[in-house]
């Protein structure tokens, strides 16, 4: 248990006594911690997984590998491989060419030390220039791979299915209110992110 861990669950049972109900219903979570990981690496895969199954995606991205040489992702390995290898792997023509502009742009791309030193928002649009790419993929790898404590997915399903709840709302929230609503959770909203998908979690698992 890490002490920021402990601070952050502590402000978060200050600043909303509802999400607080849930905590103890969910148990104490931590933050995520920081993961050393290779940015080209972590955005083909993003890429992969994209309207997958975890279990598709998994069989996919072995493939790609296979077809790689390589359990690790890099840009010369993309540029050596040629769609239609990658067609034969299972991906689709949308994902072999977002993976090629991945290849074609990694350059361009920051490096992990200037990543870190980038704000939200300015890593977002970094990384959104290749093809293929969202906000969302972005916040996923600011949260899970750097660590970041203060970030919301408003737009993805399982946080605002989470909200839903949260809210006992008999509609999904918009993502322009779950951001409002957000701010008292500042600045260890990924905790709070975390907690709404447990919540969904719970929940279903009692259905």
């Not at 909303?16 to 104490?28: F, I, K, P, S, Y």
Request: net charge positive.
């Amino acid at each position: 248990m890490s002490s920021e861990s402990e601070a952050a669950r502590q402000h978060l049972r200050a600043a909303d006594l509802n999400l607080a109900r849930w905590m103890d219903r969910v148990g104490d979570l931590d933050l995520p911690q920081l993961k050393p990981f290779g940015l080209v690496d972590a955005l083909a895969r993003s890429i992969l997984h994209q309207q997958l199954s975890g279990k598709a995606a998994a069989i996919i991205v072995e493939r790609v590998e296979a077809a790689l040489g390589s359990k690790r992702i890099s840009a010369g390995r993309l540029k050596a491989v040629d769609e239609a290898r990658l067609r034969a792997c299972g991906v689709s023509g949308a994902k072999s060419r977002a993976l090629k502009d991945l290849a074609a742009k990694s350059r361009a791309l920051p490096s992990l030390a200037s990543l870190q030193q980038l704000d939200n928002e300015a890593a977002i649009e970094a990384i959104c220039a290749v093809r293929g790419i969202g906000p969302w993929t972005v916040q996923m790898i600011l949260m899970f791979r750097l660590a970041r404590p203060d970030i919301l997915p408003v737009t993805d399903f399982g946080i605002r299915a989470g909200a839903q709840y949260l809210f006992g709302s008999p509609e999904l929230p918009n993502a322009r209110y779950l951001a409002d609503y957000g701010e008292r959770w500042a600045p260890f909203r990924t905790l709070a992110s975390l907690y709404l998908w447990r919540i969904v979690d719970v929940v279903r698992a009692k259905e």
